[in-house]
């Protein structure tokens, strides 16, 4: 069946007719292009003179021909005049409904004489074609750079004119290229509309999908020119192959740290000069690197591309994702020259190493205490202003660290993640797991320089060398009694407020010492932690044991300083030394006799009650 095309006007025939002749009757005078219609010439003509007579009244950007500033004046008021018949996508261009509406038939009628692929565009092909041809007719007037795409040159020539067209309605941010207005939206709508088919994942931009779906796949596409080492990302081949030279002929003019590579020196400058040539768009922080703006950007869309085979934990960074699989596979590959002591991070590393050299590169402006590590000032620094700023939901109380702050939490959740593997005992910290452990291994890592006595925690030993130079740094602003231990101090002061923080929650009798609430516990639950090694006896506490201890060893380690008597117990030594000072703290409510022990005051207080005490004998 044929069509008839009609015209309104027999001229509108004759150029019509053209088409199916192929005539051109209007040729360019510069390069000689043959034209069907002489509005094209003329238009054409305009990218020999880059003459620009339209101009949009709103940003003023000017144009070589009037379809273009139509379409162009879209932008600002948003008008999409094409709707796609089947699924009402709306465009602002007619070949861009055009182009969308063969993503419905699938019609791809142009392709590839080389590779045989197919496009939905003759332009797309065209443009295709130069991957073969390495063709890159476009070229900036500005830098003579050449590009194999007008679009991508457009691009780029923003970067000279710094030319933003493109603008967000919601926060009314400018950008250079639509792409990255569309990005930048998505923080706005939350939109993720890149999927994983495997785990259906979903990513805000396609290059992070891309990068994820090789977790799935394995691809390594980037590889090595000098070895045969494949990776996955193009920034790890970035940093191996500059461990494949030893060969350094860049250097720095200020530093003289020497490069391999002159991008290296490049970015390596910026640290002189302070440059930050890459912005992140939403909170304007500034980067020297793009690879480390790229993984910034993450931190507000909340993407995490790279995900644990093991646990399918995710992660921002790759390098993140290998630091965290060491966890699993307890790998170490960081030695210390030192002590051969691994580590599984090379800032682990290179922070214990100051153990060995006693660096302490960081200070304290106000009293210049110096530090190993800038997280550690940090802290310090807070003590100072007295900034607090963790603070607890259910309780409100403050926190220098947030370290702190997680282990109080656990206070109220009752949480206790980390267990011993010999007795299982359950802590909140695991810090305590790794200081209790020692009590199956004995081990006393710190040890007095004075006598010599080892302990199992750093803070025991600097509290045990206080009784070596009788040191009392802690004073109480009541009555200003002295302590050598902050704890002590603390316990102190509620003699003075009768404040019993602790309370049992089976018979609710109330304690000022957290340790002696857990003594006390024992009564309930029977149980009896300590035992001695000789004879097997149990302990609910272990001073109890200690002195126990000494039965079988017969060690009377306090002596009297007048008669020198020995005792095994210190109380026992407290109560001899008042024969010497005639001292008698306990005396009779009826009578004001006095004792020099409690117990003779009990004995004498049943003459007053007419109580009388027998022996027991259990023989009769």
Sequence with gaps: ?????????????????????????????????????????????RTHTNEKPYSCDVCH??????????????????????????????????????????THTNDK???????????SRKGELTVHYRVHTNEKPYS????????????????????????????????HRDFSRKCHLKQHYRTHTNEKPYSCNKCHKKFAHKSNLNVHYRTHTNEKPHSCDVGQEEFSDKGELTV???????????????????FSRKRELVVHYRAHTNEKPYTCHICHKEFIRKSVLNQHYRTHTNEKPFSCDVCHRDFSRKCHLKQHYRTHTNEKPFSCDMCQKKFAHKSNLNVHYRIHTNEKPYSCEICHKKFSRTSHLNVHYRFHTNEKPYSCDVCHKEFFQKSHLNVHYRAHTNEKPFSCDVCRKEFSRKYDVTVHYRIHTNDKPHSCDVCHKGFTRKGDLNQHYRTHTNEKPYSCDVCHKRFSQKTHLNMHCRTHTNEKPYSCDICRKEFSRKNDLTIHYRIHTNEKPYSCDVCNKEFSRKKDLTVHYRIHTNEKPYSCDVCHKKFSQKV??????????????????????????????NQHYRIHTNTISYPLDFGN
């Design 61 to 102: 950007k000017e144009f070589s021909d009037k379809s273009n500033l139509t379409e162009h004046y879209r932008i600002h008021t948003n008008e999409k005049p094409y709707s796609c018949n089947v699924c009402h996508k709306e465009f602002s261009r007619k070949s861009g409904l055009n182009l969308h509406y063969r």
């Design 1 to 45: 069946m044929s069509v008839i095309k009609s015209f309104l006007k027999k001229k509108y025939l004759t150029v019509h007719y053209r088409t199916h002749t192929n005539e051109r009757p209007y040729s360019c005078d510069v390069c000689h292009i043959g034209f069907i219609h002489k509005s094209h010439l003329n238009r054409h003509y």
């Design 140 to 171: 900036c007037d500005f830098c003579h750079k050449d590009f194999s795409y007008k679009s991508i040159l457009n691009q780029h020539h923003r970067t000279h004119t710094n030319e933003k067209p493109f603008s967000c309605d919601v926060c």
């Design 240 to 258: 191996h192959n500059q461990t494949q030279t030893n060969e350094k002929v860049y250097f720095c003019d200020i530093c003289n740290k020497k």
């Design 572 to 601: 026992h030594l407290i109560v001899h030394t008042r024969i010497h000072t005639n001292d008698k703290p306990y005396s009779c409510d009826v009578c004001s006799k006095a004792f020099n022990q409690r117990g003779s005051l």
């Design 109 to 119: 009628p142009h392709y590839c004489d080389v590779c045989h692929k197919k496009f």
